[in-house]
Each structure stands twice: as C-alpha cells, then as structure tokens.
DNA sequence: CTTGCCCACTCGTCTATACGAGTAGGCGTG
DNA sequence: CACGCCTACTCGTATAGACGAGTGGGCAAG
C-alpha cells in the first residue's frame, strides 16, 4: 500500500485536547470544502489513513462516521468512502397548484421533470379506504373513514418523494378521484369538476431525520434529512377538501414560496 | 448493577442476518415508539445492555449511534442516554410580515414569543459593511458591498435560530438600518418609511445537516437537521431591496404557508 | 452543619485483533 | 475469446480491554 500524497492531509496536534478521530475528520472534511477532493470522489481507504496518522482503524472509522453524519460523504462496501454528490434539487415553485397549470392536463411532477431533462416516474400507487388517524381527521374537519392515495415518485430511477393524499368519501367515492390513474391535471381538476371548485392551499414544512421506513423508501443515504411536508386544500366554502402527506429527500428540494407583504 | 425488568427488551436473533447493533438499536426504537421510555426519560445504561444482551460494549455503543443519528436519543457525559425530549415548536405562518404586524412596531420574533408565554433573546447581534458572496450579490441585483446585520435568537435561552440580512449600501447606509437597534417594526418599517414600499417576499427552503459552526452556535443535539430559509424582499419597483439568510434548528420550527388556489 | 474528598457509575476515546462480505481486476482454464 | 475462479483490497461487524472525564451521592473531617 503506496502511503498518503504529502501536503494532501496534514498532521495530528497531540497536545490538542480535540479528540483524534475529530481532529482526523476536521482535516477530512476541510480538504472536502477546499476541494482536494471532488464530488463522487473516493476518499483514502481506511487502511491508509491508519497508516498515514498512525492510528487504529476505529479510530479513522469513528472519523468517517462524524462526516457521514453531516452529510458530507457515504461508504460503499468493497469499495470505499466517496465525498457525497449533489444530486440535481428539485425546485417546487408556490404556484405550482396554480389553476393555470393545472388545466394543462398533466401531472406537476411530469411537467416539471420533463422540463429539466429528468425522467419522471411514478410507482408503488395503492388507493384505497381506510380509518383516518386523528391528525388526518382533524384537518378535515372530524372525518371517521378516508379514501388514502399513496404514491412514490422518482426521478431518473432515484426515489425522491414519498405522498399520501387523503379526501373525505363523502366526496372521493365513486368519482374518478378513487381510480389509480384520476386522469388529466390530477385529482385538483377532478375536484374542481365534482364542484369542489379549490380556494387556497395551506402548507406546514418541518424538517426531521428519516426512520428507518423513510430510509428505506427514499433510498436515503446516512446524513440526509427529510422535509416533511402537510398540505390541506380548502374550497371556496372554507372546507377542507383534501390533505396531502408529503415525505421528501431533503438534498433533492428546494421549496420556494411567495409572500404578499401587506 | 441490577438486571433490566424481564419483557422490557427482548432477546437476539442470532439465525438473523441483520447485525446485532442494529437489532438492538431496533428493539429500543420500538420501545421508545411505545412509550415504554418516555420523553426525558434515562434510557438502560451501555453496561446494563451489555449485560443484558451478553454481548461487548462496542456493539450497544453503535446501536445507540444509530439511535443518536435519527436523532431520537441524546447522550449526556457521567449522566446516561435520554429519550430526546421535543422541544416547543416555533410555527411561523406566512403573514408573519405582512404590514400590519409590522405596523404594531415590535418585532415580530418578540411578540410570537410572548403570546406562548416564552422568554425571547437576541443576541451577537453584529451590523457591518461588507463584500457581497456570489449569491448574495445574484439575489440583489450585482451589488458589491453590502450591510450585513447578523443576530441570534433564544427561546427560554435556548438557541433557535441565526439570521443575516444584507442590504445594498445605497439603501441602508446612514440610515437606523444601519444602527444595531433598527427601532420598532424592524428593518422593514424602515424601508418603508425610506420610501421603498415593500411588495413581496420570495422564500426559498431547504433543509440539511449542520455544518460544525451551526452545531456550536445553535447548540444542536446529534440527529437534529437545520432549515435553511432564504427570503428576498422586493419593492413596488421590483428591485431587491433585502436578502435574509437564515438557519434555524429543525426540531424548533414548523414552516407555515398560505398558498392562493388561482 | 458544612465542606471537601472519594467512589461508583456514567459515557468518551483509543488500541488491537479477528472474521465476514462486497468489489474489481487478473489470470488461467476451457 | 469467454467464462469462472482467485486474490487483493474495500468497508462492516464484533470482541476485549484500557484509561479518561463528567456526575452525583455518601461519608468523614473540620
């Protein structure tokens, strides 16, 4: 094993009350920012860096793990340790439920993937009725049962989003809203034509750590955080006339939003 | 040391191939999900379940690493590990500047915070001139130098949030703007009463895990992700007249949005 | 009673070692 | 040439042991 370019990583400070593994993924983490090294690029394996600070190799992992939990790079088994890419972000827009959009025909999401030269897809679609937990049940104005449509959305294969939409039966059962595909402009148009005619949209953003479920949907890899977004639609009588359940990989969005200022 | 109450925990699969640290780290999920360890509350020490699933102390460590990384639990030096409790939310609904609020002549973090009966801070507070990064020059319009007013805000001395605004020189030079205390309603009554009569705001989200900096400063637990808001406020003329740059720790906010149906 | 020390218990850091398992490339066999 | 094996290198998991450092309670000295 040829050791370490000099110069690229610099040395351990013993008289540093910084612990080792810290001090190791400082210099790790700096030559990263100054672009030593690129993204998608391997790092030194973990037998080099025992060799070049002369440390144990827990101690060189415990380092990786401080940088994997920021974020910054990802383990590959057989492999290596590579800085993470950043994957090409989705921006969503306030006005992407704009009627003006929506009488298009197509789906946001294709629109706006088809635009940027991704491509869109859809899968794991389930539709059906269910009990409404009490979150859901609240925000639609004290419903028992729901119709629940699930949806995983990728782009160029990578799954990026994760969506629940739940309606009342009241209005969804029976109506296209209830079938797999609801046809053209989504289920805003058909609520629009069951007489729903939409109001405003309001929208609650928190940001969390995934669990392991999320991890294992969205394909996540360690340091990235999810943006757990709740959208409720109202109608123009001031009901709730559907909640939307969004679970996204936070490196993929961007959201923007525009704000009246009076 | 006593032994773990029977039926707290269960026992391994050794026929499972999912590794022992995380078959651990799963089983106390799951208990933490059940309320079995409450918010606060200590969880069985790394000797306790090292003793209790006979195997090394290294193994227990890493169950509660991953636990730390989905930012579930938190540990505490001589003390044990604990049930991360969640802290109040902060929710900031998307009238928060709208001219009326502003026009009552506190600030708007002060005023939020003393309806849920918090105690608010700011703090470090920092105003200079400066060279404008890349993308803060984009966002206003190619401008070189600007102010910048950097300030922190506690919650019942807790951080919660690090902001800069950054203003073109032009419009906050010699002005209160430019003094640490701005005066009531903030930077923006001021730059309505400097003649900029402020049209909209455009906000852009993402969120991720801190960098070392944002750890310090916020005093972020391990497994907490921050929301990174970048708001622009434009005048009637539709020029970019503030660019706000803030950090917030994910676990205190809830984002709040009202979008138009139209 | 108060002070201060000590000790037991907690997590934090580090070493050394072992084996498992995924990857990729070389090399020999067919 | 094509295939499959072998091997070297990678990270993943786990053990065992050592010492450091923060916390809090008990206990003894003052």
Known sequence: MSPLPSGLLGDLDPTSDRAVFRQIADQLREAIDRGRFREGEKLPSEAELVEHYGVSR???????AVLQGEGLVQAEHGKGVFVRPRPPVRRLASDRFARKHREQGKSAFLVEADAVGSHPQVDSLE??????????????????????RRRRYLLDGRPVEFATSYLPLDIARGTPIAEPNPGPGG???????????????????????????????????????????????????GRAVEVC??????????LSYQLPAT
């Open 127 to 148: 539709v059906k009725e269910e009990k409404a937990g009490p979150d859901i049940s609240a925000r639609l104005g004290s419903v028992r049962r729901v119709l629940a």
């Open 245 to 254: 359940d969004t679970v996204m990989a936070a490196d993929a969005y961007v």
């Open 58 to 64: 827990m101690t060189v992992r415990n380092s990786f």
């Open 187 to 237: 289920i805003y148009a058909r609520l629009e034509e069951l007489g729903h005619c939409l109001d405003h949209f309001e929208e609650e953003i928190r940001a969390r750590m995934p669990s392991p479920d999320e991890v294992r949907t969205l394909r996540l890899a360690s340091g990235v955080p999810v943006i757990h977004l709740i959208r409720t639609a109202f109608d123009t009588e």
